[in-house]
């Protein structure tokens, strides 16, 4: 069982950024897979970036692409989403969230099986 919690969302203007951090627990972390997925007002939730444990790949959306950074720490059981060039439809709620094996494809919301409670990106014109 692994509990992950976000922090770092917030209010920015557009073209500027935000460094969003999941810190996990009660697991071994390297073990896991972790990826962030957003939720706008009005739309389903969707994938954003992964980052497999040992084995596996990393992941982006076409969207962020060249935009948005994924990285993780082991030692310090953390995974980061590095935003910038941020654009007001990355306006979202964020949420990270932990898979007990590797990824081998570009994940949807179901491969994950902790979710943290999400952290609120607001990016203003």
């Known amino acids: 069982q692994v509990h992950v919690a976000e922090s770092g969302g917030g209010l920015v203007q557009a073209g500027g950024s935000l460094r969003l951090s999941c810190a996990a627990s009660?697991?071994?972390?390297?073990?896991?897979?972790m990826g962030w997925f957003r939720q706008a007002t009005g739309k389903g939730r969707e994938f954003v970036a992964a980052?497999?444990?040992?084995?596996?790949?990393?992941y982006y959306a076409d969207s962020v692409k060249g935009r948005f950074t994924i990285s993780r720490d082991n030692a310090k059981n953390t995974v980061y989403l590095q935003m910038n060039s941020l654009k007001p439809e990355d306006t979202a709620v964020y949420y990270c969230?932990?898979?007990?094996?590797?990824?081998?494809?570009?994940?949807?919301?179901?491969?994950?099986?902790?979710w943290g409670q999400g952290t609120q990106v607001t990016v203003s014109s």
């Open positions: 969230a932990a898979r007990r094996w590797v990824l081998t494809a570009t994940p949807v919301s179901s491969d994950f099986h902790s």
């Open positions: 009660g697991g071994s972390f390297n073990t896991y897979s």
């Open positions: 980052f497999s444990s040992s084995g596996g790949g990393i």
